[in-house]
């Protein structure tokens, strides 16, 4: 029997995928995870069952493989090859075997450089600069990995950036990389004299200026190159003729989404299921097909932005281990579960077959428990926000965000998890098929038939 589980995480991104993904290739036995999304800026923790626990927080490859699953990254994908170097060194350290003799890249996939990494870092940081000198706009949000810069090279200038099947082509890959180096020195913003000595952007400027950079990048890439498996698209389709369960898992969330997010405060990538959709029509897979959606049991989000059910005592009393301060992702914000973004989620994520709820243990304990069930703005009742009708409109999202700034929660207590779970599952109308409360496979429990 052919199975493909498709994940999509229903916030702003640290929902407990990884966990999920591991617990579903350990029950599935899945033989791939697909990466449809997203890039190294993931950060899926999962720590494995048992006595001796193992831990890693997976950026690119699948986090099914501490389950034995193999990975597959697909040409929605962005590539850090350096940063995937890194990551498979840890796997190792933990005593898995090599994860690229079990990776496979999409030949299409883009390659993110440290030129597009450090413009990127340089713009947060000028955003930064410019909130703290006026009322302005200031930090958008950003992971500080290049990302957005990628993507906009990309959109800019097409097959002349970076691609995963140009870095066995020495010759392509110096030109592009040369190409690259001089798009992202003319976008990175200057600074005041004062300011450009500052350990951050001069390590930043360093990277995009220094004239030495094909001697450590280019045997970087090669060492990536001996190791990886650069595949043609077409691959994914044999992969997908395999009998077993594959599972489809992304990265951020949906409401990062680069169209139906709240812009600007958003990613430069497709966070629903549109990708992995595409992905299997066009091999024309013919198995069971589930769509899980998973949603911590309170709400969070990193750095700038919407976040109306935002509670600092709630924020003070849940810190997570795994999501402190970051430089670039900033502080770490806690609200209650905000049942108005998942009708929202809901909508734009359509159609899904079942959710998971993560993160009920960090409940136990609280004095109470509270569910943001409609908001209060300009003096009207919102219980839901409408997407816009067109699909792609900047114009509306960021209309959006300004609402959703303005608005205050109005919070229902509850009495329990189990109530909590009750009423997410009477309000969205969608069974809840899995449960987390702890961090391991073993702390996982399904629920119905589906699992």
């Known amino acids: 029997m052919q199975q493909a589980i498709l994940t999509v995480d229903l916030g702003f991104g640290d929902a407990g995928k990884g ?13 791939t995870v697909v990466r ?20 890693h927080v997976f950026a690119q490859f699948g986090s099914g493989a501490l389950a034995g699953a193999a990975t597959h990254l697909s040409r929605f994908m962005l590539l850090d090859p ?18 690229f003799a079990h990776t496979t890249i999409d030949a299409g996939a883009l390659v993110i450089t440290p030129f597009q990494r450090a413009a990127n870092r340089l713009k947060e940081l000028a955003r930064g600069l410019r909130q703290a000198q006026s009322s302005r706009a200031g930090r958008h949000g950003s992971c500080g990995m290049g990302i957005g810069e990628t993507q906009a090279d990309f959109l800019s200038f097409g097959e002349r950036v970076l691609f995963a099947g140009d870095l066995t082509k020495p010759a392509v890959l110096r030109e592009k990389l040369e190409f690259l180096r001089a798009v992202n020195l003319a976008k990175a913003p200057a600074f005041p004299s004062d300011l450009a000595g500052s350990t951050l952007i ?24 001996r190791r990886a498996q650069v595949v043609p698209s077409a691959h994914l389709h044999t992969i997908l003729q395999q009998p077993g369960a594959v599972i489809f898992e992304g990265a951020q969330g949906v409401l990062l989404d ?25 091999a024309g897979y013919g198995g069971r097909v589930v769509r899980l959606g998973i949603t911590r049991a309170y709400a969070t989000r990193h750095g700038a932005g919407p976040l109306v059910s935002e509670d600092a005592g709630l924020t003070a009393a849940l810190p997570d281990a795994a999501n402190g301060f970051g430089a670039w992702q900033r502080d770490f914000r806690v609200g209650w579960l905000d049942l108005v973004m998942l009708r929202y989620a809901l909508d734009v994520a359509r159609p899904l077959d079942a959710l998971a709820v993560t993160c009920l243990d960090r409940l136990i304990g609280l004095p109470v428990l509270r569910v943001c069930d409609h908001y209060c703005g300009g003096g009207a009742l919102i219980q839901r926000l409408t997407p816009a009708p067109g ?3 900047l114009d509306y999202q960021a209309e959006l965000t300004r609402l959703l700034m303005r608005c205050q929660p109005s919070l229902i207590p509850v009495d329990g998890a189990q109530a909590l779970l009750s009423l997410v599952r009477a309000d969205l109308g969608i069974p809840i098929s899995l449960v987390s409360s702890g961090p391991t496979a073993a702390d996982k429990q399904g629920m119905g038939e589906m699992w």
């Open 19 to 31: 966990s999920i993904v591991d617990y579903l290739a350990r029950r599935h036995d899945a033989h």
């Open 36 to 55: 449809y999304n997203g890039g190294a800026q993931a950060g899926h923790r999962v720590v494995t069952p048992g006595a001796a626990p193992q831990e």
């Open 82 to 99: 350096l940063a995937m170097l890194v990551e498979a060194q840890h796997l190792c350290e933990l005593g898995a075997p090599d994860p």
């Open 202 to 225: 001069a390590a930043e400027w360093e990277m995009l200026a220094a004239a030495d950079w094909a001697d450590w990048l280019l045997p970087a890439y090669a060492d990536f190159t």
């Open 258 to 282: 680069e169209w139906r997010g709240f812009h600007p405060h958003t990613t430069w990538s497709t966070t629903t299921l549109a990708n992995a959709d595409r992905l299997l029509g066009e």
């Open 391 to 393: 699909g792609r409109d």
